[in-house]
């Protein structure tokens, strides 16, 4: 799990990151050491979380911080592994008054996410089919006067009602010029005639995510929008076929970048990223990316 180099222990804070490792999420954190795997919570979930690892490599304990300090003082742990990323300064504070010498292991973290396992990408593969199958039952409700909120309203009840645990992401659903903004905050703009429709959408599966965006035309689209909608339609499919393994991050981005910018189209996002317990993980599909 952990290579224990520099360190003696892992504490994990971070939710995501908590089920990740202990395949449950309530509030607590982790202690992960080469001899035993702490799962630490309060009375009010530490039933739930017995249940949950029974069986596992993990041990529930009722514990609060005072636990970590006792621990680390019995079994001689001078060197906290923590992931940086996502730990709050509070919990950073907290921690050095258990131990006071902490190491970043948030690429150590990072490693072990961005490799998924078979029983992960079907996760995925599922939360991805469950967006679509929403999205095409959206369609019929697109309807002059239908403002951003309904539909947003009817994503995510149909979220719940095929068995997602909710969205992996605040959905967002833009009408007109809305749609020209990345992050648009979905509002009580109603759809008029001759407008376009964007969708940027995703639910939670088994506790793994979807991301989803799709552009769509209510009427008659003019001659600029088409021209937009070719082009990108050609930058995706010039990435999609050409895209390899060993690749940088920066020259896939650049496979769509570039078939954008020789119609002076600007890119004012990426390609992509990777998707899991997280909505944006790595690899990032980027202008500067020198991931391979």
Same mark, same amino acid.
């Given at each position: 799990m952990f290579s224990f180099s520099g360190?003696?222990?892992?504490?994990?804070?971070?939710?995501?990151?908590i089920f990740y490792f202990a395949g449950y999420k309530a509030e607590g954190y982790l202690l992960i050491t080469e001899n035993q795997n702490y799962f630490c919570t309060d009375k009010r979930y530490f039933y739930a979380v017995e249940k949950a690892v029974y069986g596992t490599k993990f041990k529930a304990v009722v514990g609060s911080?005072?636990?970590?300090?006792?621990?680390?003082?019995?079994?001689?742990?001078?060197? *906290?592994?923590?992931d940086y990323? +996502?730990?709050?300064l509070e919990q950073s504070y907290l921690i050095r008054k258990c131990c006071s010498c902490l190491k970043d292991v948030s690429d150590e973290i990072k490693k072990q996410t961005l490799i998924k396992t078979d029983?992960?990408?079907?996760?995925i593969r599922k939360a991805c089919l469950i967006t679509e199958q929403t999205f095409l039952e959206i369609i019929p409700y697109i309807k002059e006067g239908v403002t951003?909120?309904?539909?947003?309203a009817e994503i995510e009840y149909r979220f719940l009602k095929k068995g997602a645990s909710g969205t992996s992401f605040e959905p967002i659903v833009a009408f007109g010029e809305n749609s020209a903004v990345p992050h648009h905050q979905t509002g009580n703009t109603r759809l008029e005639k001759n407008k376009?429709? *964007?969708?940027?959408?995703?639910? +939670?599966?088994?506790?793994?995510?979807?991301?989803?965006?799709?552009t769509l035309f209510f009427g008659q689209p003019d001659k600029e929008f088409l021209h937009a909608y070719s082009c990108v339609y050609d930058a995706f499919y010039n990435a999609y076929n050409n895209i390899k393994t060993g690749m940088t991050?920066?020259?896939?981005?650049?496979?769509?970048?570039?078939?954008?910018?020789?119609?002076?189209?600007?890119f004012t996002h990426s390609l992509g990223h990777g998707v899991g317990i997280n909505i944006h993980e790595t690899p990032y599909l980027r202008k500067n990316g020198n991931d391979i």
């Open positions: 360190y003696d222990a892992v504490i994990i804070t971070d939710e995501k990151q911080w005072e636990f970590l300090k006792d621990y680390c003082e019995k079994s001689g742990i001078k060197r *906290l592994g923590v990323s +996502v730990t709050t029983a992960e990408i079907e996760k951003e909120l309904d539909l947003r376009a429709v *964007l969708f940027d959408i995703g639910c +939670v599966l088994g506790g793994y995510c979807s991301d989803f965006t799709r991050c920066s020259q896939a981005d650049n496979l769509a970048r570039s078939v954008l910018e020789s119609e002076n189209l600007p």
